[in-house]
């Protein structure tokens, strides 16, 4: 935990020239260690990649609690015009939820990427730590074990939030944007599963049920994203 944030640690691809970060200078550890938002066919290559996908439902709320903060005052905009804003029907083409998870799902054969779902890393993160320390070829004794799987808990991050929210990047948003910039908004949260004003309606289900039948069912034969997790976990 000897960094002031971990963005500064493993560098986001994307925003690391405008944070003034070197993403070829040595890390900390190897093997050096990246984020990136971007598709397979963009990402730089000659590395391992670890994927993880998420419902569509549950990646537009994290999306909009995103934005809520980051780009936007809180409260000022809802989750309904945020969703007609955003429109995830026009994300069908080279942008996107869709663009990026379909480029990613062409790659489910290739020895160098691991595909991950969110929800399953939820449910049992010990295992997911060693798949990731074997896809990595890292040894991983039970000290080091204890320590990863301690650190990488939603509750871990929830007591060092200062140290995982971000905050180079919020606070060159809000420079750009004129945004008052919040020293108390963290990108780690508990949790909205029963706040109503994250809550999709029933029309922005059916929106996002039809994109995925006409972006991912169509193109890959997988019906829904239960589909898709269970090809991940087999």
């Not at 160098?112 to 939820?122: A, I, P, T």
């Not at 070829?137 to 074990?145: G, S, T």
């Not at 945004?179 to 059916?206: C, I, M, S, W």
């Amino acid at each position: 935990m000897d960094f002031e944030e971990i963005s500064n640690v493993t560098p986001w691809i994307e925003v690391a020239f405008d944070l003034g970060i070197d993403l070829d200078a040595s890390q900390v550890a190897e093997p050096r260690v990246f984020k990136s938002h971007l598709s397979w066919w963009d990402i730089p290559k000659g590395g391992r990649y670890i994927v993880s996908f998420r419902a569509p439902s549950d990646a537009f709320i994290s999306l909009y609690r995103f934005f809520e903060g980051f780009f936007f005052e809180p409260g000022t905009i809802d989750l309904d015009t945020f969703f007609r804003w955003r429109n995830p029907s026009a994300e069908m083409g080279e942008r996107g939820y869709w663009h990026h998870l379909a480029s990613w799902w062409e790659q489910r054969n290739n020895p160098d990427v691991l595909m991950l779902c969110y929800e399953d890393m939820r449910a049992d993160l010990p295992e997911t730590v060693r798949r990731i320390a074997a896809f990595m070829d890292i040894p991983l004794d039970d000290e080091l074990f204890d320590c990863v799987v301690r650190q990488a808990s939603r509750q871990f991050m929830l007591e060092h939030r200062e140290q995982f929210g971000e905050a180079p990047f919020r606070r060159l948003m809000s420079q750009r944007i004129g945004l008052p910039f919040e020293a108390n908004a963290y990108k780690v949260t508990p949790g909205v599963r029963e706040d109503p004003k994250y809550q999709l309606t029933a029309a922005h289900q059916r929106e996002l049920e039809k994109i995925w039948q006409a972006q991912l069912a169509n193109q890959f034969g997988l019906e829904s994203y239960e589909d898709l997790r269970h090809e991940v976990s087999v």
